[in-house]
């Protein structure tokens, strides 16, 4: 925990975006995590995310549930709208929000405890749903908040600080997002943020529901040796798939890679987002592939990181439903109520 | 990059600007700290022992230490930026210090046997006196006026610098017993050095006014002033009025104090001609400021031609109108602009175009080579001539700066003064004085204040000018009060608690990256410097501020801080898991002889 309040002052060459805000407008309250907690660094990628988007404060809701991770939106986008609900259920009330105002971008930010354990049929039901929105898991394999205990997504004989073996089998949170039907399926590391902001980026373009499965090591409880989240481990085991950048329509071409290897795909709004491919095998528009994949790399202790999946024809809850343009929370008595006639002639059509 | 080298003292030296600029070497932010815990003695003393004259200096220094100041570099979004009022702050340890004799060194107990003359008793010699007599020397003071204080003396006007706080300065120096040859000019060097002296020390100042020869300066000559000369004769009080309408020529210093003076003995219309633009006058920014806000007009582009004058008498200047043009090298060059000449009337100039160095008293037979300039050669580190007993300092070494240059020649000189005599080779200078301490209370606590003030610079009130331009001798800076002084203090980024990285410790968590409110902090691949400043977290643009590196981290990368904008707010220690980033004080203190040496 930090006392003094970050200074207002800044690096006055900070590059400005469209809206001109520097990326410190985008910051929220200092954090009180632990310091070196790898939540921060989430957090920072967000900002860096939404800045570099250009987007405007006010069009965004954060939603969380409770958790060392839930706490988070505290300490990014200060000027957006959030809500910290209750433990496991952010996924209802992000949908419930999104039902009534399809207009904000919804980024849920919730922890490996509050989404796999007492959040885990709430996890799946919303991303079953198609909800628009960008579901993020810090993970780190414990109950920050409540002091380390294993959670379930602690890989069978990872090691507790105290040096207790976790003999359960690991949920894994990516593999199950693919298999309920998420479109947009990502997974990274709180230590790379080369790799987590375009990740971050991609998602809040996509139109549909998107997993970022983000492991965050929790320097209080789970960074010594014998944990399968501390920096060290996660450094020496991670498996980047592919390399991902968000190019705007003028963007000059910095990076060079080997030809072949890239590929540009479309967004919806213009942009495209170039995918250099570190294994060359590896095809994230393919779901049935990638849950495989997910599931043999893990077998060798391997993690998988990268854009996973990613449907370049995804729909969303709404489409599914077929609402109305307008979000619903805009319309009137007009729109909602079709008055007494109305309702006797569909009472009437019913007896 | 190479990893950087901490231990080399002049590295984080830099870290603090002000000090590094401080032709002294002023530890500015231990005392700027003092201040804003009301400890102003201690302040008072700290200043003392680097540079002599913390009263005078706080009312009337140069202050190179402020357009270096780094809040001049990062206030962007507050405002516009504006460094610490660093020379202010001084003025309030001196004025509002308890009675700091007890802690002032005695006169030495025994003397060491060895004399030494100092010519002029300018702030120059004053330090070389202060820096010897503690060691045992026999000091000889010569000064042709009879109060010894050089030009802070006879020219800075007294409504800027008080009479008593001169003396209350000056007096601390003379308390430790130099013989006092006041009144007593010295007219040949060859002869006082055959008389018994060690060593003999030349701080005789740049006493000659430049002249401006044109058409009418020797009819109207009873009306034409040479600045310096004028203004030593006005604090002397062998002048005391001025006609109504004063022309006052040249932009310098000097020529605000004319003009300001002129102003307080009867000059109700007084004007500044400057050849050049307003932005290149040689003024500081304050005392333009100063005198326009005492009604002064300051006309720029004007090359006076010609004195006019009626039966001997002065009745005004001609002037020919010029204009700023680059030549095919890009040298700024004044042209004529082909306008009309313009002529102001007016019934007293003054001429401060400048201040020269002379000699006359010196020798050239004597082993003290001159340079073509008529300058004697003197060694820039030593301050040695080359007649090896002849030293000298202040601007009769390298031509007119300033009270703080001077002094900082002073303790130069004494230290190879002091080695001179003792036969020691004067090349062979001490190193600084460093220490460097972690600065770590508890978990989020330091031993100083890193909370980062958002204020603007505060404004020192000023006297009523209905009252101070009718007393010449009135001060016109109230100086802070004790509520401005702390919060102005406030302002100080602690530049010289430094961020001190320790490689081993870190575990790459980037912590100290998301939280620097200035992005200071990369970790990146390494790579050369100029490489290096285009790609970290917010780019590096003053290159001669530097990049602190570290040896290769656990992933092969290195974490690279850019110095230039680093609050000093210790968050990056404070996030850190490890301890990685450590906020530690480094305490500097110039070499010194005398003073120094007695304390520790
Ligand atoms: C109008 C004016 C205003 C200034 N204002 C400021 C200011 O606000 N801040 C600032 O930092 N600087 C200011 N300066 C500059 C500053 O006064 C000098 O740079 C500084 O005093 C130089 O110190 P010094 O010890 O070299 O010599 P000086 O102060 O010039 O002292 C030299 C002394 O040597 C004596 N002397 C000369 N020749 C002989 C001899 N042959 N025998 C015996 N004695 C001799 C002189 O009488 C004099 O007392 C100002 C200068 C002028 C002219
Ligand atoms: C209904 C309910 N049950 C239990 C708790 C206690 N509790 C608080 S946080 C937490 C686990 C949080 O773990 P995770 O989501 O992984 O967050 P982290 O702190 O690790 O980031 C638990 C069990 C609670 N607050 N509410
Ligand atoms: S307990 Fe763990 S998860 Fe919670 S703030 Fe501390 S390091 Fe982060
Ligand atoms: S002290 Fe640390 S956190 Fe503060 S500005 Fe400097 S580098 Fe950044
Ligand atoms: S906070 Fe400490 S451990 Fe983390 S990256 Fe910075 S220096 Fe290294
Ligand atoms: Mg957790």
């Known amino acids: ?351 | 990059m190479p990893p950087t080298d901490i231990k080399n003292p002049d590295y984080f030296h830099k870290v603090v600007d002000c000090q590094w600029a401080c032709p002294a070497h002023t530890p500015v932010p231990e005392y700027i700290r003092m201040i804003a815990a009301g400890r102003y003695s201690d302040a008072y003393m700290v200043n003392w022992h680097s540079n002599v004259f913390p009263g005078v200096l706080g009312r009337t220094c140069d202050r190179p230490c402020e357009p270096a100041c780094r809040r001049g570099r990062v206030e962007e979004v507050t405002g516009a930026p504006q460094p610490v009022a660093i020379c202010r702050l001084k003025r309030v340890a001196a004025d509002n210090k308890s009675d700091v004799k007890a802690r002032m060194p005695r006169p030495a107990a025994r003397k060491n046997g060895k004399r030494v003359a100092l010519i002029g008793a300018g702030p120059a010699s004053l330090t070389v006196a202060r820096d010897l007599l503690p060691l045992g020397y026999t000091v000889v003071l010569y000064d042709g006026d009879a109060a010894a204080g050089g030009m802070m003396r006879t020219q800075i006007p007294k409504f800027r610098l008080p009479e008593t706080v001169l003396d209350e300065e000056v007096d601390y120096i003379l308390d430790l017993g130099p013989e006092l040859r006041l009144g007593q000019k010295v007219n040949s060097l060859k002869g006082l050095l055959s008389e018994d002296y060690d060593a003999i020390f030349v701080g005789c100042g740049a006493p000659r006014g430049r002249e401006l020869d044109i058409p009418g300066r020797k009819e109207a000559k009873a009306n034409i002033h040479i600045g310096i000369d004028w203004l030593a004769s006005v604090s002397f009080g062998h002048t005391d009025k001025i006609g109504k309408r004063v022309i006052v020529l040249g932009g310098g210093n000097t020529a605000m104090d004319c003009c300001r003076t002129s102003r307080r003995l009867g000059g109700d219309e007084v004007t500044v001609v400057v050849r050049s633009g307003f932005e290149e006058m040689k003024a500081s920014p304050w005392e333009k400021e100063d005198a326009m806000h005492e009604g002064i007009p300051i006309h720029n582009f004007l090359v006076p031609k010609e004195f006019l004058h009626e039966d001997g008498k002065l009745t005004g200047v001609r002037f020919e109108k010029v204009k700023a043009e680059r030549d095919a090298k890009g040298r700024r060059n004044l042209v004529p602009s082909g306008e009309p000449d313009t002529i102001l009337q007016c019934d007293d100039v003054l001429v401060a175009v400048g201040q020269e160095n002379a000699f006359p008293w010196i020798e050239r037979d004597i082993g003290l080579e001159f340079d073509k300039w008529d300058m004697p050669q003197v060694d820039p580190a030593t301050m040695q001539s080359t007649n090896p007993k002849v030293f000298f300092g202040g601007d009769a070494a390298f031509g007119p700066k300033n009270i703080i240059w001077a002094v900082a020649h002073g303790h130069d000189a004494a230290i190879s003064i002091d080695l001179f005599c003792q036969g020691k080779p004067v090349g062979q200078r001490p190193p600084p004085t460093v220490n460097l301490s972690s600065q770590k209370m508890g978990i989020h606590e330091w031993s100083y204040d890193n909370d980062v003030s958002n204020d603007n610079r505060y404004k020192v009130p000023h006297a009523p000018i209905e009252k101070t331009l009718k007393n010449v001798k009135m001060e016109v800076e109230l100086g802070f009060d004790v509520k401005q002084a702390f919060l102005e203090a406030q302002r100080c980024l602690n530049c010289d608690i430094q961020t001190v990285f320790d490689t081993p410790k870190c575990i790459e968590c980037d912590a100290c990256v998301d939280i620097c409110p200035m992005d200071c902090i990369t970790f990146t691949g390494n790579d050369e410097e100029a490489e290096l400043r285009l790609h970290l977290s917010a780019p590096a643009l003053h290159a001669s501020q530097d990049l602190y590196i570290s040896s290769a981290l656990k992933t092969g990368r290195i974490m690279a801080k850019d110095e230039d904008l680093c609050l000093h707010c210790g968050l990056c220690a404070e996030r850190c898991p490890t301890g990685a980033w450590d906020m530690q004080k480094f305490l500097l203190e110039a070499p010194k002889t005398g003073y120094a040496c007695q304390h520790r």
Do not use: W
């Open chain 1, 1 to 351: 925990m930090t006392y003094i309040v970050k200074p207002k002052l800044r690096h006055p060459a900070l590059p400005v975006n469209k809206l001109g805000f520097t990326h410190r407008d985008y910051e929220g309250t200092v954090s009180t995590l632990c310091a070196g907690c790898g939540h921060d660094s989430i957090s920072a990628a967000i900002i860096q995310a939404c800045f570099e988007l250009a987007i405007e404060p006010h069009r965004v809701a954060k939603l969380s549930g409770i958790g060392c991770s839930s706490k988070t939106p505290t300490y990014f986008l200060g000027q957006s709208h959030g809500f910290n609900s209750v433990h496991g259920r952010m996924p209802s009330v992000l949908t419930g929000a999104n039902m009534a105002n399809k207009e904000l971008i919804y980024l849920g930010v919730s922890g490996d405890g509050d989404s796999a354990s007492i959040g885990l049929g709430q996890f799946v039901h919303c991303i079953r749903r198609g909800v628009n929105m960008v579901y993020i898991c810090e993970n780190n394999g414990v109950y920050g908040l409540t002091k380390g205990q294993f959670s379930a997504t602690a890989d069978k004989g990872s090691k507790s600080k105290g040096g207790a073996s976790n003999m359960d089998t690991p949920l894994d949170l990516a593999s199950m997002a693919l298999m309920v039907g998420a479109s947009f399926v990502g997974r990274s590391f709180s230590g790379d943020k080369e790799q987590m902001v375009p990740l971050i980026m991609a998602a809040m373009r996509h139109p549909g529901p998107c997993f970022i499965d983000i492991v965050s090591p929790c320097v209080a409880f789970n960074n010594h040796a014998g944990s399968t989240k501390a920096y060290d481990f996660v450094r020496a085991h991670n498996e980047a798939v592919n390399r991902l950048d968000i190019m705007e329509p003028r963007d000059p071409i910095t990076v060079e890679y080997a030809p072949g290897t890239t590929e540009e795909v479309a967004l919806h709004d213009g942009s495209s987002l170039r995918l250099a491919k570190l294994d060359a095998n590896y095809d994230p528009s393919d779901r049935i592939m990638a849950m495989a994949y997910l599931q043999a790399k893990a077998a060798r202790n391997e993690l998988v990181t990268g854009l996973i999946y990613m449907d370049r024809h995804a729909t969303d809850m709404h489409a599914n439903l077929n609402t109305v343009d307008a979000p619903l929370n805009g319309l009137g008595e007009k729109e909602l109520c079709p008055g007494t006639k109305a309702l006797d002639a569909f009472n009437a059509s019913h007896r």
